[in-house]
Nanobody, 120 residues
């Protein structure tokens, strides 16, 4: 069974850094797009950053210049390096991936979510 397991959330002071990690586990053929989303209570999830299999990236305007997404294809892991964090970055962050299983079909997977809290 394919799973995305996140780690790295927590409490940090404004202006500080934090790095999130998300590893895909299980048996599968390949991973194409990986991304990080975040969500406030009662609101829709919003895209934070995404990275394709060839390394192309895109970011939400609110995090450009502060956050960096990267991936390790060998470890099937995506990272989100967050710098200069602001109190408004306090949200639950979710990992996302499109994974092709041995069936040859691609499916969307979500991590369990990790809380990031930025104190002012």
């Amino acid at each position: 069974q394919v799973q995305l397991v996140e780690s790295g959330g927590g409490l940090v002071q404004a202006g500080g850094p934090l790095m999130l990690s998300c590893a895909a586990s299980g048996t599968f053929f390949s991973i194409s797009r990986m991304a990080w989303y975040r969500q406030a209570p009662g609101k829709q999830r919003e895209l934070v950053a995404a990275i394709t299999s060839d390394g192309s990236t895109n970011y939400a305007d609110s995090v450009k210049g502060r956050f960096t997404i990267s991936r390790d294809k060998v470890k099937n892991t995506v990272y989100l390096q967050m710098n200069n964090l602001k109190p408004e970055d306090t949200l639950v962050y979710y990992c996302y991936a499109i994974i092709t299983t041995s069936s040859g079909h691609g499916f969307q997977y979500w991590g369990q979510g990790t809380q990031v809290t930025v104190s002012s």
